[in-house]
DNA sequence: GGATAACTACTCGGATAACACATGTCCGAGTTAGCACGG
DNA sequence: CCGTGCTAACTCGGACATGTGTTATCCGAGTAGTTATCC
């Protein structure tokens, strides 16, 4: 999986914490992290096509969460910037096989592409039920000092 | 996920099928789906050090399973193939973050990283808790004739 | 006829290229804030 | 003083290089079976 998956969480968190209505630029969400801005951008980019995060352009623009933290689950996050293919992908290698039938969908028929199927599904469900709210919630509760010490970071990058 | 993962389980499974002491050299188990033998025995390889399948060098040579398929997982395979390490890595942004601490294993301690792991487990232990026997019998089960089309597969590629 | 030794064919195993995708970088289009100017 | 038009800086967005891991291939080391030879 691709790092940007870690990235897009944490700035998706840190969006979090933000008033409703204001943007923040790439270049101080990549700050954070002292990491690249340009790249970063590439993956808040594929947040905005999924519907995640919108952006505004020009002088005071920048990034801000679309919809309520209570609606974007870690799934979303994820396909986002994975895309929506699940990790096993079933070539259908019994077509090569003998006994084939050529009119057969293995990628359902296949009693190991279901297996895979499954545990994917498994990994799906439990990224699903978890919402940036319920994250955001719990680092709170953990770590109490992490909203202001956002809010605080983002004030100094603002100078 | 790298496709050898399926050549690596459609593989297992035909193997499961042969009778004890019986080994099959690669050339035969890629003419069986007309992949690149090469390549699958690089995948085997991988399957031998990871103790799942024992190779036998010179002619009758070839591959057999270690082991009984009721004590091979299908998340053995998939780890022996793809490695052990987790599909979400966390690279410890939090260090670059502020109030970080140098001392604290972020991989522990960060939250996203704790939640990602979830999922990941959910995923591992729906794979562990199936078994090659499982698989062999479910196919036996749906399709009574895969068993006797392997072995005849086998014998004619034998000629 | 039987045992032995060399030979041959076959198989795995790791070292070696070719390719694809993830990673990283750059510049242009569009937008907004601020400013200067005129009324 | 207030309204208006201009300028300039800032931001996103997509097009363009680079690096690393997967995909694919090849040839050498080792082994077992076979055969020919000798006793």
Redesign the interface.
């Known amino acids: 999986?691709s790092?940007g998956?870690?990235?897009a969480?944490?700035s998706c968190?840190n969006l979090s914490w933000l008033p409703p209505g204001q943007a923040i630029p790439t270049a101080k969400l990549a700050a954070?992290?002292?990491?690249p801005a340009a790249y970063l951008n590439k993956q808040l980019q594929a947040l905005g096509r999924a519907g995640i995060v919108s952006s505004i352009s020009g002088p005071r623009g920048g990034f801000q969460l679309a919809r309520n933290p209570e609606h974007i689950t870690?799934l979303d996050v994820v396909v986002a910037i994975e895309g929506p293919d699940e990790?096993?992908?079933?070539?259908q290698?019994?077509k090569?096989?003998?006994?084939a039938d050529p009119d057969v969908d293995y990628r359902q028929a296949c009693?190991?592409s279901q297996?895979?199927r499954?545990?994917?599904l498994?990994?799906?469900?439990?990224?699903a039920e978890?919402t940036l709210a319920d994250?955001k919630t719990?680092?709170e509760r953990?770590y109490p000092?992490?909203e202001s010490?956002?809010l605080?970071?983002f004030a100094a990058l603002r100078a």
């Open positions: 999986m790092e998956v870690e990235w969480l944490h968190l954070f992290y002292s990491l870690l990790a096993f992908r079933c070539d290698l019994l090569q096989g003998p006994g009693l190991i297996a895979m499954r545990a994917d498994a990994w799906r469900r439990t990224l978890q994250l719990d680092v953990q000092a992490s010490n956002t605080n970071r």
